[in-house]
């Protein structure tokens, strides 16, 4: 889980940043970057910090 | 023209030093049109005389003038070539001594950094905290001088307030759509490779080596109270040496994200003034990927998963460091100028009036919204406000008027309340300090606000970032700019937490991110470094733990 949220939040990068190449419109282009932000944000925190949090020191206190 | 204009000045100005002593000086006559200067006018200037000078110079009429233009050749004597060249020296210099001592305010942000973090962790790990955030302007500085500065700055093409700085002209790049994407440069390893044993390559490594140590710094804040001395040694230089330099070469090194404007016509590229994104939010970013690596403390939830506030051990610091971070920041957004004379940098009046603004607004944003919402004041908010205000003001402080400052300000005094909380509550990530919020999620918006706010009236040579006219947001008419800004945030978020996330996996891996539960509950001063921070004080925890 941790691992695919990492590689999540890296194609939020990808996606914004290929925004560039694939359009030269400008609406388009700031659709694409943040369609590219909300992955990398899902990946984050829907993803890495889930994962991170099972294993958390308070769940065995 | 420009070159007559020049000499006309230079003669003004040598004539006015030369008859500065004269006792009741006419008014002055309105200025002559230029006119072509000849060696004759420059050779006639007078300089005060020997028998003048030895009785003193009590009010400063006579020192500095004609007589100390250095002379290239004292046979001929004073040329106009002499004079050209004392003006253009005389312009670099003021630059490199603005950049330098600019550049010592901010390297003092550390002790700011230093004791409002130790004053919002508990007693029992005052020096260990301590040591962190002492120890990482050392570690930094080495990775920085032996690649990261040559990767950040390595192929930015010169600088020309400082002189040329022509040495560091060689990016590596890929192409990309059509274009070239710088992503890191090669010249600078150990500030000799690559002819880089130059006086601007100098005044560069030391103003941007105090800005990516301040990013080192965060870091320490969230993983404070349970982080492992060897870790934080390892993963401060891996940040030093590549997280920190790679994004900053993007930003600032003539990399792929500056670029943006002149490949793709998205504004002006992505414009960082000083640094909302390339220093806070990277670090804010890299205390959030280590925070969820390394867990929250002991204490800090229930098993149901409610937060506990531990509450540091001393306010007055606390507020006293915020004092020096915020005199830092006039060092930190007015010295990114590179300049005091030139190429727009007179704008240094305005950057630090809006520096100090945004500041104000931010403290009150934030102590205004604990008020309404808890019933006092809170302290250590009001200054992680002023804070998140300052953070929030680096990437426009250049770009945008004192109104819009002020509102940047005021919404990151309330962002990081709500980001505080949302870290705490939400994402149960455990940020001792509040780093988190005050530079990542304030960094962010500080990028942001870049592409709405900026005013179109700044004006840096001409351009930015090879982009003819001024920065200029969306709400000036410039909604590309806001574009660029935005693929700014996603590369932070996107890339720099990834990478930051998986190199400090791999130090968890080898190393270990965390001490071990006995060492945090008694503290950290005696198990990682030896020795307790206030030793003749008796702390509830010590006893408490028997020790």
């Known amino acids: 889980m941790g691992i695919a949220g990492l590689l999540v939040t890296l194609l939020g990068f990808l996606v914004a940043a290929a925004s560039v190449g694939v359009s030269s419109n400008l609406t388009m282009r700031m659709i694409a970057v943040l369609i590219g932000i909300a992955i990398s944000l899902a990946g984050i925190m829907g993803m890495i910090i889930p994962a991170f949090r099972k294993k958390a020191v308070w769940r065995n206190e | ?547």
């Open chain 2, 1 to 547: 023209m420009t070159r007559i204009s020049y000499l006309a000045a230079a003669v003004a100005l040598l004539s006015a030093a030369a008859f500065a002593q004269t006792p009741a000086p006419a008014p002055a006559a309105p200025p002559a049109a230029a006119a072509p200067i000849t060696i004759d006018e420059i050779k006639n200037v007078s300089t005060p005389d020997n028998a003048t000078r030895i009785k003193g110079d009590p009010d400063g009429g006579l020192t500095g003038n004609v007589g100390d233009v250095v002379v290239s050749d004292s046979k001929k004597g004073l040329t106009l070539g002499d004079v050209v060249n004392q003006i253009g020296q005389n312009r670099i210099a003021v630059n490199f001594v603005w950049t330098l001592i600019t550049g010592f305010l901010v390297m003092f942000m550390q002790a700011g950094f230093a004791i409002v973090e130790t004053g919002l962790c508990r007693a029992k790990n005052a020096n260990h905290t301590m040591m962190m955030n002492f120890m990482v302007y050392g570690v930094g500085m080495l990775a920085y001088w032996l690649i990261g500065f040559a990767i950040q700055m390595g192929g930015v093409g010169g600088v020309a307030t400082l002189g040329g700085v022509n040495p560091l002209n060689d990016e590596w790049s890929i192409t990309l759509f059509g274009k070239a994407w710088g992503l890191f440069g090669r010249h600078g390893i150990f500030l000799t490779q690559g002819g880089t044993y130059d006086v601007g390559v100098m005044v560069v490594f030391l103003f941007q080596m105090v800005f990516m140590d301040t990013a080192l710094t965060i870091v320490t804040g969230t993983a404070a109270e349970r982080w492992k001395y060897a870790a934080f040694m390892v993963s401060s230089f891996v940040m030093g040496a590549f997280t920190y330099p790679l994004y900053a070469n993007w930003a600032w090194g003539n990399g792929w994200l500056a670029n943006l404007g002149g490949n793709y016509g998205l504004g002006h590229g992505y414009a960082d003034f000083a640094g909302s994104g390339v220093v806070h939010a990277v670090g804010g970013i890299t205390a959030l990927a280590l925070g969820i690596i390394i867990g929250p403390r002991i204490g800090k939830y229930t098993r149901s998963g409610k937060p506990n506030a531990i509450v540091g051990h001393d306010i007055v610091i606390v507020l006293t460091g915020c004092f020096i971070l915020a005199f830092g920041w006039f060092g930190f957004n007015p010295g990114s100028t590179l300049a005091a004379s030139g190429n727009g940098a007179l704008r240094i009046g305005s950057i630090a009036v809006n520096t100090m603004l945004a500041g104000m607004t931010g403290g009150f944003g934030a102590m205004l919204y604990m008020w309404l919402r808890y019933g006092k004041p809170d302290a250590s908010m009001s200054g992680n406000g002023l804070l998140a205000g300052l953070v929030a003001i680096t990437a426009p402080s250049g770009f945008v008027n004192t109104v819009g400052a002020c509102i940047i300000g005021l919404i990151a005094g309330v962002l990081v309340c709500i980001s505080v909380e949302f870290v705490d509550r939400v994402l149960k990530v455990d940020d001792p300090v509040g780093a988190i919020s005050v530079h990542g999620t304030n960094g962010l918006w500080g990028v942001i606000s870049v592409g709405l706010f900026a005013d179109g009236k700044s004006n840096f040579g001409g351009s930015w970032n090879g982009v003819n006219g001024s920065v200029t947001g969306l709400f000036y008419g410039d909604a590309g700019q806001l574009v660029a800004q935005l693929i700014g945030v996603a590369t932070l978020i996107g890339f720099v937490f990834s990478f930051s996330f998986i190199v400090n996996l791999a130090i968890d891996a080898v190393v270990g991110q965390r001490v071990g539960a006995k060492a945090e509950l008694e503290g950290l001063d005696l198990p990682e470094m030896g020795q307790l921070g206030y030793p003749e004080f008796e702390l509830k925890a010590r006893v408490a733990a028997g020790a």
